[in-house]
């Protein structure tokens, strides 16, 4: 009885440390993403990007894409004037771990088992600003499936530092239906190797 007891503690302990961290990090994200509109911005663009996809006739879908090459041009932006912002945060408020399972205070004790999440959101906005640039020559249908695997990479960036990779994993696949991998798999190949060097600790 005294070990379940003892065991029950620590677990309530442990989740209340966490809670505790992760609600410092939430903060310390929505303070510097409250400067920019990103979310709207990423809203606007996927809206957009489905309903130019939805269009019957090349004549109609060639002016959404027009349209939306002005969005695309603002989040880019706007995502790399707020990674240069985040990057000016101190390194011990930008270690993320890499375990699944978020563990108390993991950057302190197992450094080796995290990544700077500044240099992360750097990735993304390069990545994010190729798309943009279209260095690939992709057609505008291509361009749009890999903006928006950026963005949701991204975005899955973010709800790890605050969370956990599990629970950043298990968002993508309720909200977007599509699991990390396939992410990874569809960004361009810079962000993809860059992004793979980085969080498995290259």
Same mark, same amino acid.
């Given at each position: ?17 966490? $809670? ?11 303070? !510097? ?11 606007? /663009? ?65 450094? $080796? ?7 992360? /959101? ?7 600003? !190729? ?24 975005? !899955? ?36 190797? $860059? ?8």
């Amino acid at each position: 009885m005294d070990i379940i007891i003892l065991a029950i503690l620590i677990a309530t302990g442990t989740f209340m440390l966490n $809670a505790k961290e992760q609600r410092k990090r939430i903060a310390l994200l929505g303070k !510097h993403l409250a400067n920019y509109q990103i979310e709207k911005l990423m809203e606007a /663009l996927t809206d957009g990007y489905l309903r130019a996809l939805g269009e019957s006739t090349d004549e109609r879908r060639s002016q959404i894409w027009s349209l939306l090459s002005t969005t695309e041009s603002q989040l880019s932006e706007q995502f790399s004037r707020f990674a240069a912002d985040f990057a000016k945060v101190d390194e011990a408020h930008a270690r993320v771990s890499r375990l699944s399972v978020p563990i108390p205070f993991a950057d302190k004790l197992l450094p $080796a088992m995290t990544f700077d999440v500044r240099r992360a /959101l750097a990735i993304h906005a390069r990545g994010i600003a !190729h798309v943009v640039q279209n260095t690939s020559h992709l057609s505008p249908k291509d361009r749009a499936y890999m903006m928006t695997a950026e963005l949701f990479l991204m975005q !899955h960036t973010c709800h790890w530092y605050c969370k956990s990779k599990t629970v950043a994993s298990a968002r993508m696949l309720a909200r977007h239906q599509t699991p990390h991998e396939q992410l990874v798999a569809s960004v361009s190949a810079e962000t993809r190797n $860059a992004y793979l060097t980085l969080i498995n600790g290259g």
